[in-house]
């Protein structure tokens, strides 16, 4: 943790005093792990490739959010206006938005980029504003219809929101997998009709002994695994396409294309945040996502799946995610005085 002076703020900003945000386990981890292409690879913008960076232009690990060019730690926050910049119209002191900030006791954004959360939704809630606009996209890339067999695999905060999306899209049966029993038995609570450890049983086999031997008709990989990817390609009913909804980093060894995925025809498409299938994008545009995912957040259960720590032990819930992962689902961190009017 560091010291920096208060960010000035320009025309067309706003001032937060944080009240609360969401530790990322999976993109976060990835750069707190030194796992993410960042620290040997560039992305242009023009060809949109990884590739090779200049020294200068990748990270060093262990990574210091002060270093120069590192992204910092935390997109998950919800905070309190305190102070509005010139040109700024809509938002006003007092009002509690969720925005992409850093873990920090206070920050400054683009006004444009804060959602005002409405009445009924806790900012406690609103941490995981982030996370469902991920999760929407990827229910909105799988295409469930009225009726499918939906299997979600990987239950932490993104799977326990496609698992109560699923069942409000129209899916007769939902079934999730984890390894870890405290997201099985919330996933439970938050709308599967089963939940199944892969490391006590073959999952594709009882997912064909559900459905007649047609398999999944709809499968979402939301663990970042590469053996639970293999799996999800063996769960799929032939001639379909999972959903890879998580950022799988390295070589996957474990990915076996030589069988189910080859002979059952299976397609693996990646949905994350930046995007929508193409089909439909010209009526789904971000504000239209926004304005779908405030509703919806209103309807979701939430509060199984969150563990506070204070600011100040920010160090040891990362050490928490990293080492003890079984214990929690989502690390909310909570900022004092952010609360106050």
Known sequence: MIEVPSPAMGAGQIRLKSICSGVSHGTEMNVYRGLAPFFRKKQDPETRLFLKAREDESWDYPIRSCDPG???????????????GQDVSGIKVGDIVACSAPHQEENVIDACEAVILPDGISPEAGIL????ITAFNGIMDTHIHLGDVVVVSGLGVIGQLVVQMARMSGASRVYGIDVIEKRRMAALENGCDEAFDPSDRDVALEIRKRTSNRGADKVIEASGNPRALNEAIRIAAPETTVTALAWYQGGLSSVDLSEEFHHNRIGIKQSQTGAVDPSFSNLWNYPRRVEMCLEILNKLNTKNLMTTFNYEDIASAYRVIDKEPEKVIQVMITYQGGQQK
């Not at 590192?70 to 102070?83: D, F, H, Q, T």
């Not at 504003?129 to 469902?132: D, G, I, P």
Request: proline share 0%.
């Open 129 to 132: 504003f982030t996370n469902l």
């Open 70 to 84: 590192v992204w910092y730690m935390g997109y998950a926050s919800v905070g309190r206006v305190i102070e509005t």
